[in-house]
């Protein structure tokens, strides 16, 4: 099928040209470029011809069958004869009025079929002709354009109506509703019938159409209704095509009234607040709404309050105005609540000023629509949680901002807040100081003084120095270079501060970069504590291990003597070759040779005080 569609693509580009003619001076030869198959299997192919007034006109039926042209039958004068060669066999005739009938259609007779006329010195001329199936459309849905229907009225009202175009055979119309299927009733007497148009178009194809009438009741309101072609193929299958689908402009009368909160969280003051009023009629009827008696101006059933205060919640009424219901009592009631939070009060407010030691307390309130809590904050940190702030023994680190927080849980975003600043004064207080380091005496060394007091203390440097002062959060640091003098080496820096509540001083050491580190951690490490202490020891601290590979291997050494000694101890006394043994041995290690003297020597004492006795 597909093959054959390609082949032929050029003659499906005259599609639209329906009956078309292929003419030369006075001879036309009409055929139909494409036939459908009939619902009995058989397909008719006409063709006719004009333009001669001859007798002995020959007109002949060809096929093009496996890519040759091969001759059906033919009529010559009154004389109709089909060939015997024919592929379609004697299923295919021709008629006195010279068309094709094929019957019992098979899938494999979408051919093309070329009707020729050869009038003799009239002239010869040709057409050809597609059996082929011609796709058909969906239906087509339209709406009347009359006006809405109404609900209460018993008569019948226009639905709708289907169209399906160019069909051949006279396809079949089937109204749905809701998907299923109504019964095809022809009598206009009841309340439910088609009415149907068929016209056969002068290409020989139909335009069916129906009509559906109904007297559609409320629950129709949301109904939907489509229709359906059903036509029967070169496969001898029925098929079908679904139209567009339409609802019908339906109006029934409001019974009920409903007045709705949109916003889907609790009103707190300040927020937009929507209420909808709707009935179950259609259209809607017009609102009116209304605060304690007093008209609040609404649009199409929609309230809109645009940022509400406390003094807005209350009951809200809306009123349906249905003229074709005026019995009907179509007003709803809608209760608003609106909540609110006061400012936090807080006691004492503002500034406030302590000395260094004494303690503090606040109180915050606030007045809420609903059950509130009270936070006390200092940065991220909750200090209390009943609205009570007591501050004791107050330093330096508790000077800064206080906030008191009130929130109504069950309100999202219901919150306020008030804050009160703490200042503490007193006498100045130095941190503990860094140990400044330098590789040698006489270098550069930076010393820092870090220091709370309120009022800012003054710095004084003993040994004097250039200082240049930091604030740095609640601390102030003075920062000072000098040289690392022997004296200072010894003594350090001091630095004092003073304001008018007092002084503090402390004295900074200045100390060598410990060369001997690598000394320290081999004793940090024999003493079985591997912390090093500082980064510049991290160097030393690879030593650190060599070292103490090397000690272990010597105590090891240490200890493989002292078993061989006493093994050879049990045959021979093992004091002055021992001795003599140490010392062609290795004395790299003071200690363990002292040890292995001082413990020969007593023996050999032993041995000589035994000899004596
Ligand atoms: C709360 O409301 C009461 C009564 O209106 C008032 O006396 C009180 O001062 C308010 N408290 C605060 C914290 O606003
Ligand atoms: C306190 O309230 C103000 C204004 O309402 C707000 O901008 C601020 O973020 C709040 N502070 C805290 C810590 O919640
Ligand atoms: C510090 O020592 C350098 C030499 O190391 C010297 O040039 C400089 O004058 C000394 N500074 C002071 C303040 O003594
Ligand atoms: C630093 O202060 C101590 C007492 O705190 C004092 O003994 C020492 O002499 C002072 N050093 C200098 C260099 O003033």
Known sequence: MDGITLRRAPLLCTLLLWAFQVSSGALTVNVLPLVNVAKDGAATLPCSYTGTESSTVLVSWHVLHEGARKRIAFKSGEEIKSDDASPLGKRATMGADLSLTIS???????????????AGPDGYREAPCDLREIPIQAPELQKPAAQAISATSDDSSEIGTCISKNGIPQPRLIWFKNDQPIPEVKDKSKKTHMVAVVVKESSNLYT??????MAPKKEDKNSVFSCKVEYSTLHNTKEMKTSNTITINLNYPSEKTTFSLLNSSPIKEGDKVEMKCET??????????????????????????????????????????DY?????????????????????????????????????????????SAKHTLHWKKGSETLSEDGKLSLDNIDYDKAGE??????????????????????????????????????????????KCVAHGEPKPQFTWVPSAKESVQIKGNMIVSTIVLNATADIMKHGVNCTVNNKFGKDSKTLTVAIKDERAIKGSAEVLLSGNPVLKSADMQQGGSSAVVVA???????????????????????????????????????????VVEMKTGKTEQDGLLHKKAAEK
């Open 104 to 118: 019992k259609v098979e899938p494999s007779d979408d051919l093309t079929f070329i009707c020729e006329i050869n």
């Open 208 to 213: 069916v159409k129906s009509t559906l009438y």
């Open 280 to 321: 179950d009629g259609h259209p809607q009827p017009q609102f009116e709404f209304s605060k304690d008696n007093k008209e609040v101006i609404g649009e199409k059933g929609l309230l809109t309050l645009k940022s509400v205060k406390r003094t807005d919640a209350g009951e809200y009424v809306c009123k349906g105005i």
């Open 324 to 368: 074709d219901a005026f019995d009907k009592d179509l007003s709803a009631k809608l209760t608003l609540m609106v909540h609110y939070m006061d400012p936090v009060v807080v006691k004492p407010p503002g500034m406030k000023t302590v000395s260094l030691g004494e303690k503090m307390e606040w109180k915050c309130d606030v007045n809420a």
């Open 402 to 447: 206080y906030i008191c927080e009130g929130a109504v849980p069950s309100v999202p975003g219901l919150k306020v807040n008030a804050s009160v600043h703490l200042s503490v004064e007193g006498k100045p207080i130095i941190a503990e100081p860094d140990v400044g380091e330098v590789s040698k005496e006489g270098d550069q060394v930076t010393l």
């Open 549 to 591: 590979v090397v000690v272990c291997v010597l105590l090891l050494l240490l200890l493989v003597g002292l078993i061989y000694c006493l093994n050879k101890r049990t045959k021979l006394p093992c004091s002055k070759k021992d001795k003599k043994d140490m010392a062609l041995g290795d004395v790299n290690n003071d200690i």
